[in-house]
């Protein structure tokens, strides 16, 4: 892929999620490893108090694999992702069917709330999403993703953090700065896919003029941020 050219990171919005689609039913072998326990453990229960009486949406969502602690004291939940591949395996998981729905939607198109009416969502998630967001389209996700939430809305993003012998090394950057990473599937493929590791000045710079209470809590193999929409 030539680093310079704009079609390459168009290219990279299609074979992202059809690396995540084929990754489906082995996805969550990635939390299976024992060392990332802590952290795992630390996230759910700091999931689940993040969004005790809030009406979620979600992007992203991906097989679900937080979501019985997220959503379990949420008032409602909408959650989505692109792939239904990976929309299958979050039904099956024990939700409150009563609270919690999943539909297809493009993170970069979200359609949940028509322009200028009411939202009804106090409440952003999305979990691990964000580091494959090119950094030449952060401020735009943001931006819409924002525009689907309530004034004040509490927004949550959280994402892993890169550990040098842990992580899978970063291979290439392309010319705007976004890193790649190879990765395998069962199956033998051998997939590029972008992932980035923004910092908290990155995000701070980011969220000038549109957010306060903005908490950066750095784990050892995740991070999470958190703040207030203004
Ligand atoms: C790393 S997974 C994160 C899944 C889940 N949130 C988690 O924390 O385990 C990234 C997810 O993004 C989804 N995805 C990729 N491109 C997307 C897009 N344009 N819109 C919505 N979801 C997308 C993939 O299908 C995949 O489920």
């Known amino acids: 892929m030539a680093t310079s050219d ?80 990976v ?31 009411a939202s009804p969502y106090d409440a952003g998630f999305a979990g691990l999403w964000f580091s494959h967001v090119p950094r030449s389209r952060r401020a735009e996700w943001l931006s819409q993703f924002h525009a689907q939430l309530q004034r004040g809305a509490h927004v949550v993003l959280m994402d892993n953090a890169y550990v040098e012998g842990d992580s899978t090394p970063i291979s290439r950057l392309d010319a705007e700065g976004n890193g790649y990473q190879l990765r395998s599937l069962s199956d033998g493929s051998r997939h590029e896919v972008m992932k980035n590791f923004p910092t908290e000045a990155e995000f701070r710079t980011l969220l000038a003029g549109r957010a306060h209470e903005i908490r950066w809590q750095p784990l050892r193999y995740f991070w999470t941020l958190s703040y207030t929409l203004d």
Do not use: C
Not at 91 to 106: G, I, Y
């Open 6 to 85: 704009p079609s390459a990171l168009r290219s990279q919005a299609e074979l992202m999620p059809r690396y995540y689609a084929q990754r489906a039913q082995e996805y969550e072998r990635v939390f299976d490893k024992p060392h990332r326990q802590p952290d795992i453990a630390t996230l759910k229960t700091w999931l689940r108090q993040q969004f005790a009486g809030r009406s979620v949406l979600e992007v992203a969502s991906g097989t679900g694999f937080w979501l019985p602690e997220a959503t379990a004291e949420a008032r409602a939940w909408q959650g989505s992702d692109l792939n239904p591949e």
């Open 87 to 117: 929309l299958a395996i979050a039904r099956s998981k024990p939700l409150d069917v009563a609270k919690v729905q999943f539909r297809e939607a493009d993170a970069y198109a979200l359609d949940f709330v028509a322009p200028g009416a």
